[in-house]
């Protein structure tokens, strides 16, 4: 799954953040922001405008991403 399609609310691991050309500078400053494998992250909020940007809150930091960005990392739902 991906953090683009996570629900507000809802409880997610991060799983990786893929690449979307060879040397992709957003995935990489991404993994730097934090975006790593085991991190707990969610949706806190969204925009009014096409529910963009998505306010997301990994560990206890939270950043404001484009929905293309978030499309990059992918996630798996807490149990």
Known sequence: MRLSELAKGAAAV???????????????RLRDLGFVK???????????????????QIG????ALRRSEAARIRIVLEA
């Open 60 to 63: 206890y930091t939270r950043f």
């Open 14 to 28: 991060v799983e990786g953040v893929e690449n979307v050309a060879a040397v992709d500078g957003i995935a990489k």
């Open 38 to 56: 085991g991190e707990p992250v969610r949706i806190v909020a969204q925009g009014p405008v096409g529910a963009e940007p998505l306010l997301v």
